[in-house]
């Protein structure tokens, strides 16, 4: 089973590639037109680099400068710097999450207040909230630690993170049939043993997929973030300095696109761990 | 020891105001002795389940009391007066069955030794002892009633609360659970409340059947069952189904059901079904 869901991963890859080379190679010179509106792009060398012409780039150096490291030096680094942020983002949006859904599961006025709130929370778009991030965290002293733009990131990520694990965990945490909340209660133990012993367990299989996705929003969010806050280091920032490229060197602002891709499936692996290691609970739907 | 397993008196349950008021229970008075079988039949929405769950405190009556063992409900129900299980299992899927059926004992601190003896012994008694191990899903309906039967035995109540354990099981598994109920009721001599739609079910299985009917819900009649000539609940063997007596009962439980006066002789010999 393993093998064969390898196997066909690779054959999607490789077919996207080749869609990719084939309308490269065949497509007319001006996309192709519907009216006004072009509908696939053009195939120009500048629109459309060869699939193998950005897989070469990553051996060239960055730039013409002596001494410039190779490009997949850079974006290697530039990943693991954002894939770092996300990674602080994920944990902290995780425990957010978490904690938000455990009030709201125990507390039904809690749940009418906070629920539509935390809908909303994710319709401010990101490049509004990044100035206030900065601004308050700038307010901010734990310590003797200073407030950075790498904090600002984290938080951001951690913004969108926090939304599908709230709302899956809640859904977890609720999901317990009636005849199962009966018999917790004719055991004599309370709201916190019935956590532990009931809820937290039948959560897990909602919780997973939320994890996954809380994990592929906090990269989303990191990499967003470190244009929004103007940090530096991350593949963020490597999108748009790579883009101004484009015009000589077409195949070079693919680079960081696919890192940002790589560090996406890292995280989301990542989680897939940790499924493995939960597996016994994702066991649901016994037959009555 | 003399205080009867469970004592109703006066008690009402009125769910929602107003114009939806439904009146689930009516002035209800019904005693339960210790060690002995009683089950409660009636038509869709009489109130069998809202009795039950009064007895077991997982709702609290409008009006009267309910004592278990002479405690209320509240506290018997936290000093684990009472085993329940329901027409749904209620296993947890992600625990095996052993698992399952020691979670009480779990819950409430017995050591892991005493734990595993007791639960050998309660997969002898409800004859699942190859199957400690496996999961929930991987057993038939009727083992998952066994499970969920032995899980409610763990730590010998005195008093057994069932809301159609066998509801959702095909005739023949029925029968042979019915069977082995009586068996497990012998062995451990605890009090039974035991609701049902079958009266062919509770004539087998009771000392005395309560008739119970809707709005409001009330009951209507009790028949004792031993009364009729059958030997008490927990002395019974498969055979007992074909008695004179248990078809006398039958016929007196159905007259109760459906509101006609005192046919009991007529009924002799009718087909149970
Ligand atoms: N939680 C509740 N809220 C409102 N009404 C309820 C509630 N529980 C039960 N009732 C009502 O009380 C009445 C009795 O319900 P109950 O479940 O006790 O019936 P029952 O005899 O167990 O029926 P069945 O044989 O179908 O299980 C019904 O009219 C039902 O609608
Ligand atoms: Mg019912």
């Known amino acids: 089973m393993r093998f064969r869901g390898i196997v066909l991963g690779f054959l999607g890859v490789a077919t996207v590639v080749a869609a990719w080379d084939l309308y490269k190679g065949l497509g007319p010179e001006q996309g192709v037109l519907l009216g006004d509106t072009r509908i696939l792009p053009r195939t120009t060398d500048l629109a459309m680099p060869h699939s193998w012409e950005m897989v070469q780039r990553f051996g060239e150096p960055v730039t013409s400068l002596s001494g410039a490291p190779d490009a997949f030096n850079a974006v290697f680094d530039a990943s693991m710097f954002s894939l770092g942020l996300a990674a602080r983002g994920w944990l902290l949006g995780v425990v957010v999450g978490l904690l938000l859904a455990l009030v709201m599961s125990r507390f039904r006025i809690v749940e009418s207040a906070l629920l539509p709130w935390v809908v909303l929370s994710q ?23 200073l407030w950075t733009s790498e904090d600002s990131v984290a938080v951001i990520a951690a913004y969108l993170a926090f939304f599908p694990v709230a709302v899956g965990a809640l859904r977890g945490l609720k999901s317990p049939e009636a005849t199962h909340l009966d018999l917790m209660r004719s055991f004599g133990i309370g709201w916190w043993r019935t956590l532990l012993t009931l809820r937290i367990p039948a959560s897990v299989p909602y919780l997973l997929p939320a994890l996954r996705l809380g994990a592929a929003s906090a990269v989303i969010g990191a990499v967003v973030a470190e244009v929004s806050i103007g940090l530096k280091g991350g593949l963020g920032r490597m999108v748009i300095d790579y883009a101004v490229a484009a015009s000589g060197d077409p195949a070079k602002p693919w680079a960081p696109i696919f890192g940002a891709v790589a560090i996406g499936l890292v995280a989301a692996g990542a989680v897939g761990l940790l499924g493995l290691v939960l597996r016994p609970f994702r066991l649901t739907g016994v037959a009555p | 020891m003399n205080d009867p397993a469970i004592q109703a008196r006066g008690v009402h349950r009125v769910f929602g105001k107003g114009r939806k008021q439904v009146i689930a229970l009516s002035d209800v008075d019904l005693t339960v002795a210790d060690g002995e079988f009683v089950s409660l039949i009636g ?213 109760l059901l459906h509101g006609t006066p005192e046919t009991a002789v007529t009924a002799r010999g009718v087909d149970t079904r």
């Open chain 1, 123 to 145: 319709t401010v778009p990101l490049i509004a909230i990044a100035p206030l991030v900065r601004r308050w965290g700038s307010e901010i002293e734990i310590g003797s630690h």
């Open chain 2, 43 to 255: 038509p869709s929405g009489c109130g069998k389940s809202t009795l039950l769950r009064l007895v077991a405190d997982l709702d609290a009556s409008t009006s009267g009391e309910i004592t278990v063992f002479g405690k209320t409900a509240r506290q018997a129900r936290i000093d684990q007066e009472y085993g329940i299980a329901f027409q749904q299992s209620g296993l947890l899927p992600w625990r095996t069955v052993a698992g399952n059926i020691e979670l009480p004992l779990k819950l409430h601190g017995v050591n892991a030794d005493e734990r595993r003896r007791r639960v050998a012994e309660l997969l002898e008694l409800v004859g699942l002892s190859d199957f400690a191990k496996s999961h929930p899903d991987q057993l038939s309906g009727g083992m998952q009633q066994r499970v969920a039967i032995a899980r409610a035995l763990a730590e010998s109540p005195r008093l057994l609360l069932m809301d159609e354990p066998f509801g959702a099981l095909d005739e023949i598994t029925r029968e042979r659970m019915q069977n082995e109920l009586v068996r497990i009721c012998a062995e451990t001599g605890a009090a039974v409340l035991f609701v049902t739609h079958s009266i062919p079910e509770a004539v087998f299985l009771s000392d005395r059947v309560v008739v119970m009917s809707p709005r409001p819900g009330r009951i209507t009649g009790i028949v004792d069952v031993r009364a009729d000539g059958m030997v008490p609940a927990h002395d019974r063997s498969a055979g007992a189904r074909d008695e004179e007596g248990f078809f006398r009962a039958v016929g007196e439980v159905r007259s």
